[in-house]
């Protein structure tokens, strides 16, 4: 049996990423860093591949049986098409992996991106989306 599965996940825009935050207590208040975008790319990229290989390894790990033989999994972000205005969904990743694959998998001594590249994973950047939220 197939699993498909399908999660939406934040736009970059629509996490905190602080690099730092600090109390100042002439001024009672909390002032906050944020991430440089170059450090945030790569920290979302790490969020999301360890997000996947967490959500396969406890489907597997889950269902004991061994009914779902293979997991299709499919990652999108929702926001705003830049270039119609209309809400949309873009995907930021697919994959599709059997169980017979991933069980051989140990988790503790991979590398999370060569490992999702291993199983031919794709990445996408929805770079033509903007978040609907308001900060």
């Known amino acids: ?50 997000l996947t290989l967490r959500t396969l390894h406890e489907i597997f790990e889950s269902e004991y049986k061994g009914h779902v033989q293979r997991i299709e999994f499919h990652a ?6 830049l270039k119609t205005g209309q809400q949309c969904q873009a995907s930021i990743l697919e994959l599709g992996v059997e169980r017979s694959y991933f069980v051989k998998i140990d988790l503790s001594k991979i590398d999370p991106e060569p490992c999702l590249d291993g199983m031919g ?12 939220k308001v900060a």
Not at 76 to 81: I, N, P, R
Not at 121 to 132: A, G
């Open 1 to 50: 049996m197939v699993l498909k599965v399908k999660t939406t996940l934040p736009l970059t825009e629509d996490l905190n990423f602080l690099s730092e935050a600090k109390y100042i207590a002439s001024k009672d208040e909390i002032q906050m860093k944020q991430l440089p975008k170059s450090d945030v790319k790569i920290f979302y990229t790490e969020i999301l591949n360890q």
């Open 76 to 81: 999108v972000s929702e926001g705003t098409d």
């Open 121 to 132: 994973c794709k990445f996408y950047k929805p770079q033509q989306l903007r978040s609907d």
